[in-house]
């Protein structure tokens, strides 16, 4: 279960929201389920939105944190320095890959297009697997294999490949048609 937290920052208020989404996400971590989170911090010149991307075993452990009585007061923190409410975003499957750093998911692309994409990420990767997990694991039988090389690959794609396809490609994946009008 995937879910994005987004907020952003009254003037003035950018280092107290900085501070109550970082306790956040390190109280978070306590919670039952939780699989990881990533804070995507505003860049300069860009309006103060903070976003935590956060990953939860299940729909009930994700419940869990969001109705516990610490996130509600760290909520209530973050409401005073905030201006807008809180954005709440949930994703599942290949949609959570393809968002923008720093933004709220949006609409995705077109399934081709993240297919495209995916293929052109994974495919450099199953060759380097390929070439490498022999080498490496060789000693191990083929099937036995497949399990670290397909952790590897799954991390890589999830934290490192992907979101530097979506950053590159983002202006193919969220072109918007234009009429073709003279």
């Known amino acids: 279960m995937t879910v994005v ?4 920052a009254k003037p003035g208020g950018t280092r107290a929201l900085e501070a109550v989404v970082d306790r956040i996400a390190r109280e978070m971590k306590r919670s039952r ?19 935590i991307v956060a990953h939860f075993a299940s729909q009930a452990d994700l419940d869990n944190w969001t109705s516990s009585e610490l996130r509600g007061r760290l909520v209530a923190e973050a409401d005073e320095v905030s201006i807008g409410g809180l954005n709440v975003q949930q994703a599942a499957g290949l949609e959570a890959w393809f968002q923008l750093p720093g ?4 609409v995705p692309p077109p399934r081709y297009k993240m297919a495209v994409v995916t293929w052109l990420a994974i495919f450099p990767l199953l060759i380097g697997a390929n070439l ?8 191990l039988p083929p099937l036995v294999r497949l399990v670290p090389v397909s952790l590897v690959l799954i991390a890589l794609m999830t934290w490192a490949v992907m979101p530097l396809m979506t950053k590159w490609f983002r202006f193919w994946l969220y072109a918007s048609p234009r009429s073709r009008s003279a």
């Open 132 to 139: 490498a997990a022999p080498a490496l694991l060789g000693s």
């Open 5 to 8: 937290w987004t907020r952003r």
């Open 33 to 51: 389920g939780y699989q990881g989170a990533a804070i995507m911090r505003p860049e300069a010149g860009h309006p103060q939105i903070y976003s």
């Open 103 to 106: 933004q709220p998911i949006v």
